[in-house]
């Protein structure tokens, strides 16, 4: 068998960036309506600067209103929520995204329940999260709808197929589960108390691998010719014992990649897969929110 066709994140969230990019620029001519993103940063996480940078970055490139608020790591909650109440009420703002992990101390589940559902372009109110559930237009979470985008561009019509998600968190496998039942597959999600996991991942048409463990989907879990979506993000040690000794490390998927290549029909790389669609479609949801708030037509 051949090797596995690989679904190229760059080449994908590219073309949704410029997809995005033409799309702003007709709402301002059109409507005279730029999308608004404000996103929130509270402490100085090095991992969260630099995603907080990507995404100001990315949306200014598309012509989006972009404003980054931050707050110290020892801002209260009240500060927070009331910096969250004022973005609600700015009719500048479409998107808001409060960055997380929150520093200790925050409480993260009533910060997110502040944000106006119609402007939480992250998701994760669980207003959206019932409207997805329900089959209602939601804002869906960025990583589930990046992984649709790339199932459509390689697949084409998803009905039909056997979808397996290894996953159940809010933010990736049940979205990602409630986005692939919207498509008509039919779908198992799979967790740590599933039961013969290889045997469920290998009845998989499509097998979205959303866990956070290094490797831990071999090839021999994999249906030949199946679609492998590769969520993970995970750090490890190089191989090579003489920059391991250095405590050099390097990021890995969920999937066994190298030997996975040899069974699957198309797969995601790690990286240059499914961490790069994140911020396309954070984009994406900002336009979206924009336009349902200002009651245009999708
Ligand atoms: P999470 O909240 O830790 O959820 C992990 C899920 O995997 C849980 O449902 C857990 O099951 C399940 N699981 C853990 N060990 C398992 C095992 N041995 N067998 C079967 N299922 C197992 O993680 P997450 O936030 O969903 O993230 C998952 C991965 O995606 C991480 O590597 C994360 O870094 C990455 N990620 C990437 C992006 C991106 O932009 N590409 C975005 C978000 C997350 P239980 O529920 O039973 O505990």
Not at 91 to 110: A, F, N
Not at 244 to 273: N, S
Request: hydrophobic share 45%.
């Amino acid at each position: 068998m051949t090797d596995a066709q690989i679904i190229d994140g760059k080449t994908l969230s590219e073309a949704l960036r410029a997809e995005v990019a033409a799309e702003v620029a007709e709402l301002r001519r059109a409507h005279g309506l730029q999308p608004g993103l404000a996103v929130v940063l509270v402490g100085q996480d090095a991992a969260s600067e630099i995603y907080v940078r990507a995404k100001g970055e990315h949306s200014r490139a598309a012509g989006m209103h972009s404003v980054t608020h931050r707050l110290p790591a020892d801002a209260s909650q009240h500060e927070l929520l009331a910096l969250v109440a004022d973005l609600n009420a700015d009719p500048l703002i479409h998107g808001i995204l409060v960055q997380l992990p929150l520093p200790k101390g925050l409480d993260e589940r009533q910060v997110l329940a502040a944000i106006d559902p119609d402007k939480d372009v992250d998701g994760l109110h669980v207003v959206n999260a019932g409207r997805l559930a329900s089959g209602q237009p939601a804002l869906t979470p960025c990583t589930p709808l990046g992984c649709m985008i790339m199932l459509r561009e390689t697949l084409g019509d998803l009905g039909g197929r056997r979808a397996v998600v290894v996953g159940r968190s809010v933010l990736v496998g049940r979205p990602v589960a409630q986005l692939l039942l919207q498509a008509d597959c039919t779908v198992t999600i799979a967790h740590s108390r599933t039961r013969d996991l290889q045997a469920v991942c290998r009845e998989a048409d499509i097998l979205v691998a959303a866990v956070g463990r290094p490797r831990m989907i071999k090839a021999s879990w994999i249906k030949p010719g199946a679609t492998v979506i590769d969520v993970g993000i995970n750090r490890v040690p190089f191989d090579d014992p003489e920059k391991a000794a250095q405590g050099k490390t390097k990021v890995v998927g969920d999937v066994a990649f190298k030997e996975a290549l040899g069974v699957a029909g198309h797969i995601t790389p790690v990286p240059g897969g499914v961490g790069l669609m994140t911020v396309a479609c954070l984009l994406k949801n900002t336009v979206t929110a924009a336009k349902r708030i200002a009651g245009i037509e999708d």
